[in-house]
Every structure is written in structure tokens, then in C-alpha cells.
């Protein structure tokens, strides 16, 4: 079975760094992109990038780029976002999600989400 | 920043068709997909290219385009199809982005 699973909820002071996973099981991670989504408590789904994991390609959001940082470790087929510096309006669910050759650029399988509560 | 309009909330009694349209500048150049999200459950793709849909998704969910404007067509809907719809597009330069849903509530 294909899946994504998502590290867990964190709870973090702002200006603390951060760093969350997602390590897909049942397919080849290195053959096709991983995107990172943010959903505000209440709000919409925001795509915030993706990764190629062959060979570390990025593509950002204008909204998160130079925010957010998202890398790969392939031996492990995990994926990472990474907060250098958190603020409070980071908080949010984080859900991770590939994209496969049929469906193009959409998510065809998602992670079951990250909650990440930035609160002094 | 590119943006997708959606409307914020569509309202259907059981069993009548429900549609939800999604608007973008580069939506006639580039493909449209869909996803629902029910409460505390993360989003499902349930059409992409414009009118596929995957393995396992009804057949009373599908999808359409015209110009700048795709439409997602949920006919003969059920209780249980009462969620948060979202659309999903990329810009001109590959950069995607997610309208801003729209809620669909079963009467």
C-alpha cells in the first residue's frame, strides 16, 4: 500500500527552529515530487512547494519561499520542511503528498498531517 | 500572486446536482484538479486533468472546462458528500496554487 507517514504534533516557542517528516512506504520516493500543504485552523489549503527527490529540485510558493525550507534524505525515502525561526502565524496542520505520473501535478496520496502549535 | 475563485458556499438538497466553478487567468493553458476534504480528514483528489477521475472515486463526480473557467459537476448528491471542495492549478510558470474552497452543505 502507498502511503505517507507524517512525524508527530509539535509544540514550539516562536523563534525555535523546527523540523517535521514525511517518509512515503510502497513506492519509489525518488522517482516523483513530494509536496508540502498548509491549512491555517479554519482556512483553506495553501501549496506551499514541492521536491523532486532524484535529485533535490525545488520548486516554492512565492508566499513560503525564503520561510520554509524542504529537503530530502533518499536513503530513508523521508522528506522534511524545516523552520529556521518560527513565528506564532506558523501555526498550522502541515500535510505532506506526492504527485505520481497519471494524476500530473495533483496529490494523489496524502500524509495524515502535522500540527505544529507555535505559542509563547 | 496568481489566485483561483471559487464561491465560499454551495447549498443542494439530496439527490440534485451540485456545482462548484473555479475561475484562474492560465486556466485555459494548464490542467485543473479537485480535491474534497471532509472535517478532521486530510484532502482526497477526486478529479485531475480537468476530468479524470481516479481509481475508486464515484462516477457521480466529474469534471469539466471551459476557457479560464473548470466546473466540478457532483450529480445526484448524497449526505455524505457535504465537505470543503478546493480546486488546484498551476500558473504560468508552474507554480500551483489552491483556490480557497468552497463549502458544500447537504440540505
Known amino acids: 500500500e502507498v502511503q505517507l507517514v507524517q512525524s508527530g504534533a509539535e509544540v514550539k516557542k516562536p523563534g525555535e527552529s523546527l523540523k517535521i517528516s514525511c517518509q512515503g512506504f510502497?513506492?519509489?520516493?525518488?522517482?516523483?515530487?513530494t509536496g508540502w500543504v498548509r491549512q491555517m485552523p479554519g482556512k483553506g489549503l495553501e501549496w506551499m512547494g514541492i521536491?523532486?527527490?532524484?535529485?533535490?529540485?525545488?520548486k516554492y510558493s512565492p508566499s513560503f519561499q525564503g520561510q520554509v525550507t524542504m529537503s530530502v534524505d533518499r536513503s530513508i525515502s523521508t522528506a522534511y520542511l524545516h523552520w529556521s525561526s518560527l513565528r506564532a502565524s506558523d501555526t498550522a496542520m502541515y500535510y505532506c503528498a506526492k504527485t505520481s505520473v497519471t494524476t500530473g501535478g495533483a496529490f494523489d496520496v496524502w500524509g495524515q498531517g502535522t500540527f505544529v502549535t507555535v505559542s509563547s | 500572486s496568481y489566485e483561483l475563485t471559487q464561491p465560499p458556499s454551495v447549498s443542494v438538497s439530496p439527490g440534485q446536482t451540485a456545482r462548484i466553478t473555479c475561475s484562474g487567468d492560465a486556466m485555459s493553458t494548464q490542467y485543473s484538479y479537485w480535491y474534497q476534504q471532509k472535517a478532521g480528514q486530510a484532502p482526497l483528489l477526486i478529479i485531475y486533468?480537468?476530468?479524470e477521475r481516479p481509481s475508486g472515486i464515484p462516477e457521480r463526480f466529474s469534471g469539466s472546462s471551459s476557457g479560464t473557467v473548470v466546473t466540478l459537476t457532483i450529480s445526484g448528491v448524497q449526505a455524505e458528500d457535504e465537505a470543503d471542495y478546493y480546486c488546484?492549478?498551476?500558473?504560468?510558470?508552474?507554480?500551483?496554487?489552491f483556490g480557497k474552497g468552497t463549502k458544500v452543505t447537504v440540505l
Open positions: 488546484q492549478s498551476p500558473d504560468s510558470s508552474g507554480v500551483y496554487v
Open positions: 521536491i523532486f527527490p532524484g535529485d533535490s529540485d525545488t
Open positions: 510502497g513506492y519509489n520516493f525518488t522517482n516523483f515530487w
Open positions: 486533468k480537468d476530468s
